[in-house]
């Protein structure tokens, strides 16, 4: 069989100055290697490197000058606090935002929001974003040549119950280009944002896929140094969460805090 591939639009044609992957993975071991070195040394390093220089934007992505210090009791006065009234039901199920089903793999993602002490945080905004299942945004800046489907808008909202437990039904997301190097590609994601124990404590992660192919070449997840913190952001396949004939299920647990805290992005990403 035979087919005719559109060709890329002009945004998407790699600068000729751009690294290729092989040199990017190069730099993501090179740079993996000195901070086990500093870490074997002693030194304290950071589990998020925030200039991590395979991820060609990161220098830019985090603030260079100190927090500004507020009252965090004034501040919360005056923000918002979502409660299970807040939020529909329905808003945590992806597939029935249209009239159609989104085309792609139905699964479910459960999982518990848990504090370093391993208590649930109960009666906290959990908000999802993702691509659709052919590795398209519905967004003005992702132009790549995948299909939009018009029945997936890829964005999700759920409010933790008392145990901590939230849960979503959606459609596996793709794989897709970005323009950090030559034939960039990233590993499939969903992005979450989440709240801990209050509203000023807003922080957003990514959840991927366990086995991707993607993981050693991609320097957005390589930016976190240790395996053992890239792995918190793979969700679990577990079959206790599928339903028959109907979706596959995914574990994602998260802790918002301490040592088996999941890895989280600079707030201004
Ligand atoms: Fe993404």
Redesign the pocket.
Known sequence: MSHTLAAAPETLLAAPDQASQAEIVDEIRARHAELDALEAAGERVAATAHDFPAYRSSVLRHPTKNPRLVDPETIELFSPAFGQRDVAAIESDLTLQHAGEPLGERMSVQGRLLDSWGRPIANQLIEIW??NSAGR?IHQRDQHPAPLDPNFTGAGRAVTNANGEYRFTTIKPGPYPWKNHRNAW?PA?I?FSVFGSSFTQRLVT?MYFPGDPLFALDPIYNSIHRQKDRDALVGVYDHDLTSPEWATGYRFDIVVDGPDATYFEPEDE
């Open positions: 993702q691509a945004y990233r994601h992005h990514q």
